[in-house]
């Protein structure tokens, strides 16, 4: 089931189509990553979904009902920019924003200390934000986004600004909203983030969406059966079908060489050629990143 | 309604602690009664006696100006250049020089003093010397004083309000004054806090805020809720500034022994007429002034205030609103 569809999205901006017919389907408790170039439409899309802007076409469906304005308060969004009142107490804004969502006050600060010491800022309580640095606004905006349990999480960008180690807080927090159930749209621009986080994606360049479907999919798609091996001794001359791309040697008589299989055989049938000619160290199937789908997807559209 | 509240007291609280609300808060009133206690409390201080020295050269002034309780007059006469030195010497403070002049046409009359003369001063100077010298036209000409008295006709309208069933004196003056007091406040308050909406709007929108918070609740609420609060901040300001003025104002009048409702000697500049005391009609105008000034109805005036305020707040808002949706 999905957990959110948006159909056939356009909108146009003065002179400037923003989306073009764009539809994503959101599977339920995934991590959906919504990809692009600057520029793409990622952010017109989800503030579309979020309310903030209407679609000039198009539909956008949570849990398979249309969604209606009440429905805002199932969505928790954190936009790319940042913005907190700076003048307002770490603990008041948290409150404040918890119950604009719905949440009663005793729970909402039952959360809050809960969520602050997890985050480690509880001594911040009472400070104001313009005196938090950065990086600890950016946690105070998650817990804000995060804190009315939300069905659906739009992050936008969540991850600029923190360092190695928050990212990585950051990101097991999401992980494990993710397994209590919630469904997470996830743009950005850090491939590696895709790579480890999400399970789904959509790949939106110049107002259209180019590419869509679970991650694995996508990369068996853009599997090109090219296979890395690493091995003693020169192979030589290959059958037909076995196709040397590169091999080059390490100076002590090991050897990288990329093969690629073009007759429709399979890894199995490369390495039972090559075991008769060679000591096979590694054989991995080069498999591309979501870095190189990315790139040259962008570039080919 | 709840989210709307949810706003309402947030955009409340947050304005009525800042520094500024404090701050504006605390001088409205001590302005406002400074302004009415200190001219008052001024007039009542004991002016220090002034000396002039005169010095005659025509005659005709010697017993016509009468010395009052703060103002001496020293007929002198000595040389005018040596009258002069005794000024620049601070011998003599003030030295009126009148000389042999064509009553047809007076000039050349000067007064010397080694500080800035007052006004009200000056202006006894020569309002003696004009009466003394057409009383002495008049005499030349044959006309009495009596019949030229006679010939003026003073008339008063007494104005009346009947609107409220029972006889009341108002005062035209008075109540204009009054209007135009209420009308400018009224219309600072509303471009105050119709600044303040814009200001909150802006900075939720530079912030960025605004994303997190239209996600949560509909703009309506948002701008219903700024809207509401912002006014309450107006009205809490303007309820603290009455209370505040009628608390500073009678404080301060106890403490300076200022009675109000008596004329205030000063708010004229009859005070240092040759005749000494105020006439018994100007006496009687200010007391009347002053009964006008407080027999307002202070109910209706603050009713009306914040109708009017309300009212044009709510008009700005909907400025506010055009612009917010163009957005």
Redesign the interface.
Known sequence: MEALIAKNITKEFIGHTTLDDVSIYVPEGSIYGLLGPNGAGKTTLI?II???IAADAGEVFLADKKMA?SD??R?G?L?E????????KVGEQLL??A???GVPKTDAIRKISLWLNKLDLEQWWDKNIQDLSKGMQQKI?FI??IMADPQLLILDEPFTGFDPINANVIKDEILQLRDEGATIIFSTHRMESVEELCDHIALLNKSRKILEGSKQEIKDAFRSNTFSVEHHGEIGELPEGFEMCSSNSNGVGTFKSEIKISNGAGGNDLLKCIIEKVEVISFIEKIPTMNEIFISKVNEG | MN?VF??LS?EYL?RVRKRSFIVMTLLGPLLFAGITIVPVWLSNQAIEERVVYIKDETGLFREKFKNTENTRYIFVEIDLEAAKENVSEHLTPNLLHVPAIDLEKPSGIVFYSNSNPSFSLVNNLKSTLKSEIEEIKLDRSGLYRVVIDNLKVSIDIDTINLSEGTEKESNVGVATAVGYIGAFMTYFFIFYYGTQILRGVI??K?????????????PFQLMMGKVLGIGAVGLTQFGLWALLTIIISTSLTFAFGVELEQPPAGVNQVVDMPDGELSGTDKEKTQEIFQAIFSQDYTLIIIAFIFYFLGGFFSLWRLVCCCWFCY
């Open positions: 503030r979020t309310q903030i304005p805002i308060f969505i969004y936009p920019e940042r913005g907190l009142y700076k003048k307002m404040y924003l119950r604009l969502k905006q804000a986004t | 989210k949810l706003i947030r947050v900075e939720e530079t912030s960025r805020i605004i994303e997190v918070i239209v996600s949560s609740v509909k």
